[in-house]
Each structure stands twice: as structure tokens, then as C-alpha cells.
């Protein structure tokens, strides 16, 4: 998909390394499924965000953590997210509460969904 015409392939391919780093920090230690998500503001601050997962399984996903940091600095006009997990071969999407997340921020922005040969 060509997003030029919204955000810079410069800034798409750093947003994917960022979360595909941002995964390192995941928590998961019940589920083993790492996920990372760096957030792009409209000022073009960058926040990360890793899942992170307890025993009652009320887990925060990638995409909350990083929303969450950005809001609680001020932010809430954002530009794009990207998503990166483990999944081999595989693209991965937001799950139903995380698309909830997101839309409440706005539609206007873009979701980036990537597969661990970070490929969109």
C-alpha cells in the first residue's frame, strides 16, 4: 500500500523498526506473544508501547501502551501507529478493544500492520 500521500516512507520504515524494538520490552510471559507499537504524534514525537500481561490476564496491549505514554504527556492528535509482533508470516492487526482505542483518537490517522520481515 503507498502511504506518500500521507506520511514519509522515511518515517514509515522508522515507526516499524521502533515497533518491532519496542517488542523486546513486551511482558508476556503467560502467552509468549510479544507485541510492540510505536506512535506517531502530529508534532512528530515518537512514543513506544510493549504489551504487558498479568496472571488475571486483564493484559494491556502494545497499542495502549503507547497511546496511554502519549496522552499522559499531552498528546492526542496522532498521525499513524505501527503494529509488529511474532507472527510468522503474518500481518498483525489490532484486536477489537485496541480498535476501539484507536478510533477514539480519530479515523484520520494510519494503522501500519506489520509481519516480523518488518513488510507491511
Request: aromatic share 8%; hydrophobic share 40%; glycine share 4%.
Amino acid at each position: 500500500m503507498d502511504l506518500s500521500n500521507i506520511i514519509q516512507q522515511d518515517t514509515i520504515k522508522i515507526l516499524i523498526r521502533k515497533s518491532h524494538e519496542a517488542k523486546a520490552n513486551a511482558f508476556c510471559k503467560y502467552s509468549h506473544f510479544r507485541v510492540g507499537a510505536a506512535l506517531l504524534c502530529d508534532d512528530g514525537t515518537i512514543y513506544t508501547g510493549c504489551n504487558v500481561e498479568n496472571a488475571a490476564y486483564c493484559s494491556i496491549c502494545a497499542e495502549m501502551t503507547a497511546i496511554a505514554k502519549a496522552v499522559s504527556e499531552g498528546h492526542t492528535k496522532f498521525k499513524a501507529i505501527a503494529i509488529a509482533s511474532d507472527l510468522e508470516n503474518e500481518i498483525i492487526a489490532p484486536c477489537g478493544p485496541c480498535r476501539q482505542f484507536l478510533i477514539e483518537f480519530g479515523t484520520d490517522w494510519v494503522v501500519i500492520m506489520t509481519k516480523p520481515d518488518m513488510t507491511y
